[in-house]
């Protein structure tokens, strides 16, 4: 295949445990896929050594303190160096690219995917926040723009494999499954006490600490039930959690005449990941592949709303609409921030976003800046409910 037909990717976030496995993933697939753009928040050192191997066209790092070091680093390669936010907003519309992976962590990878969506690339999505804020705007646009949306978490991505081919059949309920975390057994008492350190101990996945740490509070499956109502137009009765602690089983649809569909494979991020980026076409790969001899039984329980009230928090906000969810994903961002510093405990998590969401104003029909606003003003709030 010549480099002329090879597709060009944009890695927004490509110091993050996404952006490192995609570029794994791109890499073992170079007669198919060319680098044109990667960017990174703070990770500075990381985004040199990966801009030195993979030699993409720009490099843009957030935070415009490392610019000059950034720029030094790269000076002796023909590499555009950007800094700033807006930068890496601007790098998502570039003309030459083809395939965007938004991978970066919170609200942030909102304006890069809807500059993205409104200069018509295909979006493989692993930034969930960005349907969680703005699940209504993003949705207007990308069906506007006609902007393909693949979305990379292995849940939906599951979801999506299993709607493969079935054209217009009629969904009865879609079924997210979850591993629990890792105090899936924890009384309430004991999640008085747990530490960030413990709650970092994944028992499956690999991820970066913001999500690991959404999964321990199950936060994370909330955003997902979110993020699934968007991606695939169903309504909040429609979507099921289910508590699957061995992680095999992705997710599952159920139609009308009650067969249920499941996708399974390793946790292993790639897969979902390269399947973003040569969909419809499934490739070969050297993945671990999942043996049954090992695995004797496949075990389902049902989420605890008591003990991880975060997902009933996702469900009423995702019932209320409006801005409620950009509510709950800023007081998240910072209750997570602070958990992480040890500052708050793990179940006053809850308890300060239960807060600011009864005290934050509400919008019913927000625009892009009501979202900007709702998120500044609430992160103040927050912080506050801290103090």
């Known amino acids: 295949m010549s480099e002329i037909q090879k597709k060009q990717i944009a890695i927004l976030g490509s110091t993050g445990s996404i952006g490192t496995q995609a570029l794994e993933v791109l890499a073992h697939n170079d007669d198919l896929f060319e680098i044109y753009a990667i960017t990174a928040n703070n990770n500075v050192d990381l985004l040199i050594e990966q801009a030195r191997k993979f030699q993409p066209e720009m490099v843009a790092i957030g935070n ?11 000076s002796d390669l023909p590499i555009k160096v950007f800094a700033g936010i807006e930068s890496i907003a601007q790098v998502a519309e570039m003309q030459p690219v083809d395939i965007v992976l938004t991978a970066m962590v919170g609200y942030s990878g909102l304006k890069p995917t809807i500059n993205a969506i409104k200069a018509g690339k295909k ?19 990308a069906l506007e723009n006609n902007s393909a949306i693949i979305p990379v978490d292995s849940e939906h991505s599951a979801i999506f494999q299993c709607l493969a081919g079935e054209g217009n059949n009629p969904v009865e309920k879609l079924i997210l499954t979850a591993s629990g975390g890792p105090f899936r057994t924890k009384s309430i008492h004991e999640l ?7 709650a970092l101990k994944h028992p499956n996945w690999d991820m970066g600490a913001k999500i690991t740490i959404d999964s321990a509070s199950m936060m994370n499956k909330g955003f997902e039930i979110i993020e699934a109502k968007w991606l695939f137009g169903v309504t909040p009765e429609q979507i099921q959690v289910v508590v699957h602690p061995q992680s095999i089983i992705h997710s599952m649809v159920q139609f009308a005449d009650g067969s249920i569909k499941a996708q399974l494979g390793m946790p292993d991020m790639k897969l979902p990941i390269q399947y973003a980026f040569t969909y419809p076409e499934r490739l070969k790969t050297n993945f671990p592949r999942f043996n049954f001899d090992l695995c004797s039984q496949f075990t389902f329980e049902q989420p605890d709303l008591e003990r991880f009230r975060n997902l009933a928090f996702a469900y009423y906000a995702m019932d209320k609409g409006g801005n409620m969810p950009c509510i709950l994903n800023a ?31 509400f919008i019913a029909k927000p625009t892009y800046d009501d979202y900007v606003k709702t998120d500044a003003l ?10």
């Open 64 to 74: 415009e303190i490392h610019y000059q070091k950034l720029k030094k680093e790269l």
């Open 378 to 387: 609430v992160r103040i709030l927050t912080k506050e409910l801290i103090k």
């Open 331 to 361: 007081a998240n961002e910072i209750v997570v921030a602070e958990f992480l510093k040890d500052r708050i405990g793990f179940l006053q998590m809850s308890d300060i976003i239960e807060n600011a969401m009864a005290k934050a104003e």
């Open 123 to 141: 979006i493989a999505l692993a930034n969930k926040e960005t349907l969680v804020v703005a699940g209504e705007l993003i949705c207007e646009l």
């Open 192 to 198: 008085e006490t747990v530490t960030s350190a413990q």
